[in-house]
């Protein structure tokens, strides 16, 4: 299977159970670390627009998807558990390892006016975002 067919499949299973925020503004166990940033989706990102964002990269650059495929350790679609990942939590890992992998450059984290820069750390306890 195809990187983009497999996280376009990930994205739609997750469509069932879609809550949280990548943000770090709704997690408890989120906080803003000095010196450090990551790319996550600007809160007006539709989960359409977010699963175009995961198809380009996934195509682009098929490593930055890796956590987010089936075995990953940022895998985990549809579970109703604590720290389940929706298709934004999703989009966040993948964009964020595309932002990482370029640099850590504040232009990589665009997506078209989707991206956004954030000194909180989006990770949870079972799915670790590379930081710069």
């Known amino acids: 299977m195809s990187p983009?067919?497999?996280i376009l499949m990930v994205?739609?299973?997750a469509v069932a159970v879609m809550a949280g925020s990548v943000n770090g503004h709704d997690h408890p166990d989120h906080h803003?670390?000095?010196g450090k940033k990551w790319c996550v989706p600007?809160?007006?990102a539709t989960d359409v627009a977010l699963m175009g964002i995961m198809a380009f990269v996934c195509n682009w650059k098929p490593d930055c998807?890796?956590?987010v495929l089936p075995g990953g350790d940022c895998y985990q679609p549809g579970q109703i558990v604590k720290a389940h990942l929706?298709?934004?939590e999703h989009a966040a890992y993948v964009m964020n390892n595309y932002f990482q992998s370029r640099g850590g450059?504040?232009?990589d984290c665009g997506f078209s006016g989707f991206g956004m820069i954030t000194d909180v750390d989006p990770s949870t306890p079972t799915c670790k975002f590379p930081e710069a």
Request: proline share 0%; hydrophobic share 40%; charged share 35%.
């Open 11 to 13: 994205a739609a299973a």
């Open 105 to 107: 450059k504040d232009s």
């Open 65 to 67: 998807c890796t956590g």
């Open 4 to 6: 983009v067919r497999a």
């Open 86 to 88: 929706t298709i934004r």
């Open 32 to 34: 803003a670390v000095s």
């Open 42 to 44: 600007r809160d007006d």
